[in-house]
């Protein structure tokens, strides 16, 4: 069974830090609040640059990693939930400024979920036969859709967007998403629109969360997916090289690994200079990783995502 390789990575975020002392002038938190309850220390901010270009620069980067040529791509997939444009969909503006003109282009809304989302479709596009090189991407600027007066969620995101071409061969063991749709939980609403027919209320279009509820959620669903998609692939979650999960809260991360009795020296982070890039978390850990030559041939690698929707997905690879 062929169900796609990693070929190559790639990764991008702006060049504007922000760190926890400059949120300090805009809304009432400290640098010691921010670290203790999240583990973030700094996050990039987009300003200027916008999703699509944040992910053809990621795109570009694991498309030479691969040593593929955007002309041999099949399909473009993009997990995000910000781009500037409801269509053209970012998939679009990737191909259109990469040369990418065979391959078919979608975006995918699974909040930060949103890698691991776009990771199974792609995967199922390489065993089908229908694609040999896929590009992943995973992209967003939730810092245009937080509320920058509301302390409990502008300091916890920032931007970024990471990238992989999956080609032919067979690095993925086991892959699995779920959902438990909740309305409330996690939502940023549309804005107001100008239509007369439009009745329904308007609400601001920020991004809202109950963070407690999202944090219980985020813990016992790591801990399932992982375990859940170690036993299909045949091995314990003790057994993992490496685990990459969503970088949402270190306390998350902290407290699934304890449940999971993994090591935290297993464990790849970038929460603490990136914040919560949403779909982009995984792949700019991962390129990092793959960056710093962490990554061995035979490596067991666990991804682990969960997201708004409420949204979860996790995978085992080898690499
Ligand atoms: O990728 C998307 C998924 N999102 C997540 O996974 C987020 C999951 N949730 C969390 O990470 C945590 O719930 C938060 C980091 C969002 C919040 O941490 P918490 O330990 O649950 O804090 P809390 O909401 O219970 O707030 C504790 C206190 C409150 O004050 P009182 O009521 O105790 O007086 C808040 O008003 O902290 C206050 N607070 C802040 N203080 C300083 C909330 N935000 C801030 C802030 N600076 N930025």
Redesign the pocket.
Known sequence: MKNGRIAGTGSYVPETIWKNEDLEKM????DA??RE??GIGARHIAGEETVAQMAVKAARRALENAGICSTELDLILVGTSSSESIFPNTACLVQDEIGAFRAACLDVSA??TGFLAVYELGQLYIRSGKAKNVLLIGADALSRLVDWND???C??FGDGAGAVLLGEGDSLQSIHLTAKGDPQV?CIPQPPSNSPFDILPPQQPFLQ?N??E??KF?VSAFCSDVTEVCSQAGIQPQQLDWLIP?Q??L??IESALHKLKLPSQRCLTGIQRLG?T?AASIPIVLDEANTKGLLHPGDWIALSA???GLTTGACVLRW
Do not use: D, P, Q
């Open positions: 809304v009432e938190t400290s609040w921010i309850r999240t909040a930060c302390r409990s969620t300091v916890l996690l969360m963070g407690k999202v944090y985020a969503h949402a809260n306390r998350i919560n949403s969960f997201g708004a």
